[in-house]
C-alpha cells in the first residue's frame, strides 16, 4: 500500500491504531481516498501530527489512549475515542496494525458511533486512587486465605469470613504452642505485609472520603442509600456528563445491569444481567445494595418498601441485582437533574 497517495494537506480524517512502540497511521481525505497508511515509531507520532493540518482523528479508547487524545488535540486536531468493542465490525478480513488503523479511521465517522469523552490528568488520577485501592484489597484477600491455608496444614482452622482469618494473623503473633517456632518464623513475613496493607487501605479510604466530600456530584450521590463515598466518588469520575447517555436504562446497560437478550423473530427473549461494562461501578452498587437490603428494618421509605415487596416472591441475592439497577438509575437522575435524591416515604 502506498504512503502517500495524495499531498497530506488534503487530509480530513484519521485513525491511529495506538501501541507501546509502533503505531499505525490511516488517514483519509474528504472524497474517501487513502491519503496515508504508514507506521511510526512511539517518538515520531507528535511531531508528525503537528505537520498535520487541522483533521478529525480517531482512536481505540485502550492504553494511553487518553495521553495521546490530550497530545493530539493540542496540535488543534479534533480528536475522538471509540471502544474497541465497536470498531471491531468495520475490520475487514484479517486483522494486523493496518486493517485496525483502516477500521478506526471508517468507524470515527459514522454518525451512530458513541464516543469517549477524553479525560484530564486529574479525572484519572481519582481514578488511579480507585484502582489502586482495589489492588492493596485484592492483595489483602490474598493473605488472609495464604494465611488460613497455611495454618490448616498444621491443623489450626478457622470460621469463614475476613474478621476471622484476622484472629489466625493474631494467633501467629501470640506466644503459644499451638504454632511452632518454625511456622511462626515462616509466616510472620505475612502477618507483616497485612499490616501495611491495612494502614494503606485505611489512607486510600481517608483520601478517597475527602475527595467525594470535596466534590458536589458526589455529595449530591451519597444522598441515596447503598451509595457512599467510595461508590459516589467512582460513578462521580467515571461518569463525566450524564448527557452521554440517553436515559437511565442507557445508564444501567452501561454498567451491566440489564438482562441480556436474545431475541428474535417478534420473541423476546431475557436472561441474565448481561456483566458488560464497567465491572468496577457494577460491583460496588450491588455491594450498596445489600447493604440497603440487610438494613431494610425501620425505614418506609418507598425504595425499601419496593425492594420488601420483591423479596416475598424473588431469592435475596436476585433482589439486590434488580436493587442495584435501580440505583443506578436513580444516580442517572441525580447527576443529570443536579439534585439531590428525594426518598418520598410510602403513605
Known sequence: MAENISPLAEVTTVGVDVAKHVFWVHGVDARGRVVIAKSLRR???????ATLPPCLVGLEACGSAHHWART?????????????AYVKPYVRRQKNDAADAAAICEAVTRPSMRFVAVRSIANQAVLMRHKVRELLVSQRTQLL??????????????????????????????SNEAV?????????PLVTQLDNLDAEIDRADRSIKALAAADARARRLMTIPGIGPLTASAIAASVQDAAAFASAREFAAYLGLVPRQRSTGGKERLGHISKMGNRYLRKLLVVGAHAVLFHRKGHSDALRIWACK??????????????????????????RTQTSYRGAAAA
Do not use: C, W, Y
Open 43 to 49: 517518538k515520531d507520532v507528535s511531531g508528525f501530527f
Open 72 to 84: 493530539l488535540a493540542a496540535h488543534g486536531h479534533e480528536v475522538r475515542l471509540m471502544p474497541p
Open 145 to 174: 486465605n495464604a494465611i488460613r491455608g497455611h495454618l490448616s496444614e498444621i491443623g489450626i482452622i478457622a470460621p469463614q469470613g475476613a474478621h476471622h482469618a484476622r484472629g489466625l494473623a493474631r494467633f501467629i503473633i501470640a
Open 180 to 188: 511452632p517456632d518454625a511456622v511462626r518464623a515462616a509466616l510472620l
Open 310 to 335: 420483591l423479596l416475598a416472591t424473588k431469592p435475596f441475592k436476585l433482589v439486590a441485582v434488580a436493587l442495584a439497577n435501580k440505583l443506578a438509575r436513580i444516580a442517572f437522575a441525580v447527576l
